[in-house]
Structure formats: structure tokens, C-alpha cells
């Protein structure tokens, strides 16, 4: 669907998108095939598309194939609408655990067990430096007092029940297992410069969209600030004992440089907790991982409300909608959210999270054959990103990565070029997303957290 925006001429400058009366962005009927009038009218379409050899220049454009889950049955509420879950089931919580605690809160525990504040600052620094909750480590602190603090501090919140690893060592998936026998799982990848980690911040998910496999189960659960902390801590031991492996002329890196919540969950659905966890990661040592806010991603398929809070929380962590359809008709069936936020209003947050925090926004699309990669998309979602400004958002196209059950498989590589082609020669900024994991169903949207 297409914002009724007025054409731009050359050195002129943009005008603002016109609002209803609730001051809503303005649009234009739905129309037959999903096509936008614009990009319809645009003179250079069929050249530019046999330009690249797309197709022939008098080609008929490409089939429209509709969203559907498929190989599972999608949940549906009363009224046969997608099923949305933000709130969590009542459920028994984890015990509470050192990363759950302000400073000041470990300081009292301490406390309460007849020890002096300063035992906190060395807990926190054997948990947060040396990645140990052994009290054989803990040489520092009364030797009496060890086990009972680990038992108070550390209760176990992981239990590591598989790892795969690619065939390089490079990356490794884990499926952890909670307290409560929840399965979670979480990918760690070594590049060159840095070292990422995806994490889970739910079990299961609650967003239902058709072509994700962790949305399959719905949601179990929102994981604990700990939980979410614990998966890093877990994966700075595995590395620090040198179980990942490095790629040739790789830098000597010693823990998570980069954290990216795009693992199992919406984060933006467990806000407290994630933003919790983010604190824990920023804070300085002995307080926290002393991690940059630029190196942690925030990932969300657009909870408008929880985007406009996250703006305004002063933490200039990077921000990343999954749009995957500039146009609601489409998105209203792959993101069953938009029902709730259009495209449109989730682009708006966005744009506002760049204007609070001066980040630029990454914009993320999967890219499914013959379903979103239509070259009118691309022209279309330029027009949107360049509508509300230059320079402020980053596009990454990400090769759909198949799930089990489904008939949905990534574009052709020449369609995903001409997309990208596309983007570009309106002047945002776009990358192909790498997809780290793919062949141990690690990479984006394949985590299901399955028990073999």
C-alpha cells in the first residue's frame, strides 16, 4: 500500500507525508496485485529489468505467490486472525542469580549472609571477567563463605544439552536447556574483526509469522535478564578455553565482541528484561561485561509502542526492523503484527529512533522467491526510507534460510541483485546479509530449538 506522497523533482526538497485526522500517515487504497501507482509509472522499469537480464524487456512480471504456512497448522484467534502472544503464560520463574542484580542489590545479599559489602565487587568481577561461578576459583573470598555465596549467586540457569559446529569450527549452535526443562539455543560466530553472538530472549515466540520456524511453537516463555546474560558468559568460557575455531589472520579476540538479539523470541515483547540484560552488558566492570551499546543489536518486527520507549532510554544500542514488505497488504500476511502497526508506523518509529538517538537503523527483508522480491517492492520501499530522509537507515536483504516443512526457498540470485541494484541507485545504503549457520539450521529463522 503506498503513501500519497508528492514526486520529487530534482533539487527540490522532499514534503512531508500527508496525516489523517488521528495523525496517522495517509494512505492510498489497496489495489489489484498489490502494485503501487508510482512504482507502476515508472519510465525505466522494463529497460532497467533487462538492463540487468532479469527477464526480456516485454516479459509479463513474475507470478505473486501468497504467504501460507506450510508443513504446520498457523494458530488463529476467535475471529481466524493470526494468533499474537505478548504476554507470557504464568509460569515459575528462575531463582534469582547475580546478573539479575543491580550492584547495590548484590551488596545487600551480601550482606544478608554477615559479609562486607566489597565480597559483591569480587563476585561480580570472578562472574563478569572471569566467566567462573566455581568457588575453587574464588581464592579471594573466605573459604567457609564460597559455597554458600555460589549457591545464593549462582543458581544453574543453563545446561548445554548439544552444540553443532560447522565445518570449520567458526560457528558453533547451542540448544540449552533451562530450569524448567525449556529448550533455548543460541549461535556463536567468529569473523575476522569480531565475534557475534545471537541470543535468545524468549522460548518459542509469540509473533506467528508463517515463515519462522521458532514461531511455529508459539510462545513458551520470556527468559530472565539472567538467562539472556548467561548465554554471553557461556559463550566467553567456550572461548576463552579456544573451542571456537578462527580463520586465518583473524584477530586475537578473547570473548563476544557483538551481541545480536535476533536469536529465538521478540525482544521488544520481554522489554524489562532485555533492557535489563543490556544494562548488564554495558555496564563496566565489575558491574557488567563492559560491552559498547554499538556492538548490541536490537531486533523487533515492529512493536511500534516498545520502538518509541527504546528511543528514549539513552542507550545508543543499534536498532533493526524486520520489515520483509514495504507494502501492507503482503505484510499483513507475513507479519501478522502489522495488523496491529502498519509498515508505515513501524517505518515512522524507526525514523524516530534515528532522529532520538542520531544510530542509523537497519532494515531487515527476507528475501522469498517470487513472494517479496519483486523489483516494484525494492522501488517502493525507497520511496518510503528516502520520504522520511537520507542517510538514515540501512537496508540488508537476507537470503530466505529454509525451515523444515516448508515449500518457501530464497530469490534467484539475479533478482536478489536486481533488488539490490534497485536500493541503491535510490542511495540507501544495502548489503547482503551473510548467512552464517545456514547448514546447521543456525542462521536466521531456523532456531526451533528442537531436542534430537
Known amino acids: 500500500m503506498a503513501q500519497n506522497y508528492t514526486p520529487r523533482k530534482p533539487g527540490t526538497r522532499l514534503t512531508k507525508p500527508q496525516k489523517d485526522r488521528a495523525g496517522r500517515l495517509k494512505l492510498n487504497p489497496p489495489r489489484k496485485q498489490f502494485l503501487d501507482p508510482e512504482v507502476e509509472q515508472l519510465g525505466d522499469e522494463r529497460a532497467r529489468l533487462a538492463r540487468h537480464g532479469v527477464r526480456p524487456a516485454m516479459e509479463k512480471p513474475r507470478p505473486q505467490v501468497q504467504p501460507k504456512a506450510e508443513g504446520w497448522t498457523q494458530r488463529t484467534d476467535a475471529d481466524g486472525r493470526p494468533k499474537l502472544e505478548f504476554k507470557q503464560p504464568r509460569v515459575t520463574q528462575p531463582a534469582q542469580h547475580l546478573a539479575d542484580m543491580s550492584m547495590a542489590d548484590r551488596q545487600e545479599k551480601v550482606k544478608e549472609l554477615g559479609l562486607p559489602a566489597f565480597r559483591a565487587r569480587q563476585l561480580s568481577t570472578h562472574y563478569f571477567t572471569h566467566y567462573t561461578t566455581d568457588p575453587a576459583d574464588m581464592t579471594d573470598l573466605p573459604a567457609e563463605k564460597r559455597d554458600d555465596l555460589v549457591e545464593t549467586f549462582f543458581p544453574n540457569l543453563l545446561t548445554e544439552v548439544r552444540r553443532i559446529e560447522t565445518e570449520d569450527g567458526q560457528t558453533i549452535k547451542f540448544l540449552w536447556k533451562l530450569f524448567d526443562g525449556v529448550l533455548v539455543e ?46 554471553i558468559i557461556a559463550a566467553n568460557r567456550i572461548i576463552a578455553e579456544g573451542q571456537l575455531g578462527k580463520p586465518e589472520g583473524a584477530r586475537d579476540i578473547e570473548r563476544v565482541t557483538n551481541v545480536v538479539f535476533m536469536g529465538m523470541g521478540e525482544p521488544l515483547a520481554n522489554y524489562r528484561r532485555v533492557m535489563n540484560a543490556v544494562h548488564r552488558m554495558v555496564d563496566d566492570a565489575p558491574n557488567g ?164
Not at 335 to 358: C, H, M, Q
Not at 372 to 381: E, G
Request: aromatic share 6%; charged share 20%; proline share 5%.
Open 186 to 231: 543460541s549461535v556463536l560466530m567468529r569473523y575476522q574483526n569480531r565475534i557475534t553472538l545471537c541470543v535468545s530472549s524468549q522460548a518459542g515466540c509469540g509473533m506467528n509469522c508463517p515463515f519462522c520456524a521458532t514461531g511455529q511453537a508459539g510462545l513458551t516463555r520470556n527468559l530472565s535478564t539472567a538467562e539472556i546474560v548467561e548465554q
Open 289 to 452: 561485561l563492559g560491552m559498547s551499546a554499538r556492538n548490541i543489536t536490537v531486533s523487533t518486527v515492529g512493536l511500534v509502542p516498545a520502538i518509541n520507549k527504546l528511543a528514549e532510554e539513552g542507550i545508543p544500542v543499534t536498532f533493526a526492523l524486520s520489515l520483509h514488505a514495504p507494502d501492507n497488504e503482503l505484510r499483513d500476511q507475513m507479519i501478522p503484527v502489522n495488523s496491529r502497526w502498519d509498515a508505515d508506523e513501524a517505518l515512522d518509529a524507526a525514523f524516530n529512533y534515528y532522529v532520538k538517538t542520531g544510530r542509523r537503523v537497519s532494515i531487515e527483508y527476507a528475501l522469498i522467491k517470487d513472494m517479496n522480491d519483486h523489483a516494484w517492492r525494492a522501488d517502493l520501499l525507497a520511496k518510503k526510507i528516502n520520504a522520511r530522509g537520507r542517510g538514515w537507515a540501512h537496508i540488508n536483504p537476507i537470503p530466505l534460510n529454509p525451515t523444515p516443512g516448508s515449500i518457501w526457498t530464497a530469490s534467484e540470485p539475479e533478482v536478489t541483485q536486481e533488488f539490490i541494484d534497485r536500493l541503491n541507485d535510490a542511495g540507501i545504503p544495502t548489503t547482503l546479509r551473510d548467512t552464517r549457520g545456514k547448514e546447521i539450521d543456525g542462521a536466521c529463522g531456523q532456531l526451533a530449538a528442537e531436542d534430537a
